[in-house]
């Protein structure tokens, strides 16, 4: 089994920036995709953004909505996966959760190996 844990979360005002972090504890020897999902309230969880588990890492790719101004990386230690969020709009407020599977690129939300329990980003006028 592997467990997410993110954090990052906060309240922050439009055109600032956050990022969010999860970390992988547990079963993470196998190799896997990491990425994030979000769910604004009122509205369907959707997928945001994911990088993929090889030697380097170099895989990546966002949703239009994010392209350009939110960035995913993996940690030296390849378990931990950050999320730098630019130019942060209303619209980005929801719940961030992170996700793992062992499949690239990644499943929908409801397919994925593990997924953590989430952290609130708010962003203000």
């Known amino acids: 089994q592997v467990q997410l844990v993110e954090s990052g979360g906060g309240l922050v005002q439009a055109g600032g920036s956050l990022r969010l972090s999860c970390a992988a504890s547990?079963?993470?020897?196998?190799?896997?995709?990491l990425g994030w999902y979000r769910q604004a309230p009122g509205k369907e969880r959707e997928f945001v953004s994911a990088v993929s588990w090889g030697q380097f890492s170099t895989d990546t790719y966002y949703s239009d909505s994010v392209k350009g101004r939110f960035s995913i990386s993996r940690g030296n230690a390849k378990n931990t996966v950050y999320l730098q969020m630019n130019s942060l709009k209303p619209e980005d407020t929801a719940v961030y959760y992170c996700?793992?599977?062992?499949?690239?690129?990644?499943?929908?939300?409801?397919?994925?190996?593990?997924r953590g329990k989430g952290t609130l980003v708010t962003v203000s006028e």
């Open positions: 996700g793992a599977s062992g499949r690239w690129p990644l499943p929908r939300w409801d397919d994925l190996d593990y």
């Open positions: 547990g079963r993470t020897s196998s190799p896997y995709a």
